[in-house]
């Protein structure tokens, strides 16, 4: 069974980071392109950034660019997203996802999501 679990999520203040986690199992990380999305109430969900199976390449959403940073490690069956200089629009929850080539930013292109883990930032 393919499990994706989100951690690391929680209440800040603008200004402040946050690392988000998201371990992987039933799989192995190495054979996936990984994302993580998030969705604002009553918004679409949208990407935010993805990293290709060897983390080699990464991508991100114009509005993340320069703030936020994913990596992965493949032997902790782990993908990371390192969130700095958060504001307030950030607020959502965040998944994480399995999958994602070759569209990385697309996330009909992925296969398997997590739950979700709740980024709120107060200004």
């Known amino acids: 069974q393919v499990q994706l679990v989100e951690s690391g999520g929680g209440l800040v203040q603008a200004g402040d980071s946050l690392r988000l986690s998201c371990t992987l199992s039933?799989?192995?990380?190495?054979?996936?392109?990984m994302g993580w999305f998030r969705q604002a109430e009553g918004k679409e969900r949208e990407s935010v950034a993805a990293?290709?199976?060897?983390?080699?390449?990464?991508y991100y959403a114009d509005s993340v660019k320069g703030r936020f940073t994913i990596s992965r490690d493949n032997a902790k069956n782990t993908v990371y997203l390192q969130m700095n200089s958060l504001k307030s629009e950030d607020t959502a929850v965040y998944y994480c996802?399995?999958?994602?080539?070759?569209?990385?930013?697309?996330?009909?292109?992925?296969?398997?999501w997590g739950q979700g883990t709740q980024v709120t930032v107060s200004s």
């Open positions: 990293i290709d199976r060897s983390g080699e390449r990464t």
């Open positions: 039933g799989r192995t990380l190495s054979s996936y392109g």
């Open positions: 996802a399995a999958g994602g080539w070759p569209t990385p930013l697309n996330p009909s292109a992925y296969l398997y």
